[in-house]
């Protein structure tokens, strides 16, 4: 079982003082944010991919390999890299790429996104949504694992006799997760592959995350690749903690309030009734974790956003250090009857 955090790379004035971070100050904030994420013991540090304000992180592969640099253990992830508007020739290059500088501790988390002008942006249309992911991936697939590709298909020029490079570190392609939060044809298409399915269940009820796990360890068996019990699942989560759990509500609420993925909708208790939202104590985020598996069954990801909506850096190393001391500890050793999530070959051997 993998235990980690992601970041959705917002920019966010923070309600409670009106001060917004610049450019700079959040991407040193998220470098800070994965190195003590190392050092506290989590396994996983995720990072979005967006191409419009209030986000920064257009570049993840940059971020991620300045982070490698700097790191020893730590798997460096993508949540999400938007297989829809991106090259796949330019993914499996880069991927490649920072596999190798990274020495192995890579993998990657492909979507959709959820911001619809990227699509013209980038010269697509976001009608052909599904069938650019379905399309892409094929091509991507291929690319890690053929040295002479020819192709040809409706989003892209043809290629002739074409070798990505470089080649996957040792041979193996990084491990790739197909997350989506809504699309039964996302789910299909990581249990064709045999590949990870991540569902970021940040939004929804426990009913709709059981259907779209449920339907992606049917179709995983259907492809031969293993039990429905075997099929490789990740989830997201958000959480905010303090020792006492009315302190954690009085503190997030006006951060809630103005988050741009949960502002101006439901309250925040009506929010945490009905999604995965989890603001209290240390136990309540340990209790509501493991309450995860009463309806997705054994999984072998699971990934906190901590650092949303303006909160402070210190707010969020405070955070870490919860995850590392109190919570992960607890969930490791009760969930350890879970399968070990694929990495590469070289991260499992280190």
């Keep these: 079982m993998q235990f980690g955090v992601f970041s959705v790379s917002d920019i966010t004035t923070d309600p409670t003082t009106g001060r917004t971070p610049s450019e700079a100050e959040r991407i040193d904030a998220v470098v800070t944010i994965a190195k003590k994420a190392e050092e506290v013991g989590l396994d996983v540090f995720a990072l979005g991919e967006h191409h419009n304000p209030p986000f920064f992180s257009s570049s993840p592969t940059t971020t991620l390999g300045y982070i490698a640099a700097q790191t020893q253990r730590l798997i460096l992830s993508t949540a999400t890299t938007l297989i829809t508007t991106n090259d796949p020739v330019k993914i499996a ?4 790429m920072l596999q190798h500088l990274a020495k192995g501790r890579v993998d990657l988390m492909l979507g959709r996104g959820n911001t619809g002008p990227v699509y013209p942006w980038f010269g697509q ?15 991507l697939h291929r690319l890690w694992r ?3 590709v020819d192709w040809k298909g409706r989003f892209r020029t043809p290629l002739q006799s074409f070798t990505s490079t470089p080649r996957p570190l040792d041979g193996v392609p990084p491990f790739v997760w197909h997350g989506s939060i809504r699309s039964p044809e996302i789910a299909e298409q990581a249990a064709y592959y045999g590949d990870g399915f991540f569902h970021n269940n940040i939004f929804w009820p426990k009913e709709h995350t ?7 360890r049917e179709r995983f068996a259907h492809y031969e690749h293993g039990t429905p019990e075997e099929a490789i699942v990740g989830l997201g989560g958000h959480v905010f903690m303090r020792r006492n759990s009315q302190d954690a509500v009085k ?6 309030d103005k988050a741009p993925v949960y502002g101006n909708g ?11 939202l989890t603001v209290g104590s240390p136990q309540q985020v340990i209790d509501r974790t493991l309450s995860f598996r009463d309806y997705v069954g054994d999984y072998q990801r699971q990934l906190f956003l901590i650092d949303h909506a303006g909160l402070p850096l210190k707010t969020v190393l405070e955070q870490l250090d919860m995850l590392g001391e109190e919570v ?4 490791r050793k009760e969930m350890s009857g879970g399968r070990p999530a694929p990495t590469h070959p070289r991260v499992e051997q280190s």
């Design 146 to 148: 053929e040295e002479n």
């Design 251 to 256: 503190e997030f609420r006006p951060y809630f």
């Design 210 to 216: 059981q259907r779209m796990v449920a339907l992606y």
């Design 93 to 96: 290059e880069d991927y490649a």
């Design 125 to 139: 249309d976001i009608r052909m949504g599904i069938p650019l992911a379905v399309e892409n991936y094929a091509l």
């Design 328 to 331: 992960v500890p607890v969930l």
């Design 266 to 276: 439901p309250s925040l208790e009506e929010f945490s009734r009905e999604t995965p």
